[in-house]
């Protein structure tokens, strides 16, 4: 049978964060908006994925406060967590690193290179992701792996079976280009200089990343034979 994912989306209602986790997640996803305060009653899952948002981590807003205590429900249930941008800041801040404003923005495809976690299995050393963030994990926690880095810095970090992953390998050709022209704060020519980017060569170029997500779900898998034993 497939896992049970609770998905955390702190997307603000963005429809394609759902659609592309549930097509990248191979697991009975039960989608929670935590953005407007729904959470699960319990934490009857086999694992949890939290997405990316445009708010950050340390912004004092109830449903972050209200997402991060729930999340450390689920740590000390020792549930295989996957963060992703906004949720890999998150994992990190709840598990006591830092996360602070870059002054600038990683937008666009990227290449990152992995140090060989089992969460990159199969994803070349040097890959190509998109990523989108303007805040960053700039202290890992204690006990944490550095797992992926970049110029810009932090990339991924491990904790056990808590992975936090900047990019954002779950996204389709279409999601990045509605992402960019969503940042209506940045200048004109960036915005197009990153519409540029956007194209089938690097969204190819891109696909390995995607692995992760069957990584994560033979994680999930082997820490459910683990319990059952």
Known sequence: MKPRIALLDAS???????????????????????????????????????????????????????????????????????????????????????????????????????????????VPEEFTVFTTHSDAVTELPDGAELIAKNDYGIHGFRCGQVYGLQSHPEYDPETPESVVRGKDHLADERIEAGCEEITAANYEAATPAKTVFENFRREIDAERRIATD
């Open 12 to 122: 603000h209602g963005n429809p394609d964060t759902p659609r592309n986790f549930r097509r990248e997640l191979d697991g009975r996803l039960r989608r929670f908006s935590v953005v407007d305060r729904e959470f699960p009653e319990t934490y009857e899952f086999d694992a949890v994925v939290v997405t990316g948002s445009r708010a950050s981590v340390y912004w004092d807003e109830p449903w972050i406060e209200e997402t991060r205590r729930w999340v450390v429900g689920a740590l000390e249930r020792d549930l295989p967590t996957l963060g992703i941008c906004w949720g890999h800041q998150l994992l990190a801040d709840v598990l006591g690193g830092t996360v602070e404003p870059m002054g600038e923005y990683e937008l666009g495809y990227w290449t990152v290179v992995h140090g060989g976690s089992s969460i990159f299995e199969g």
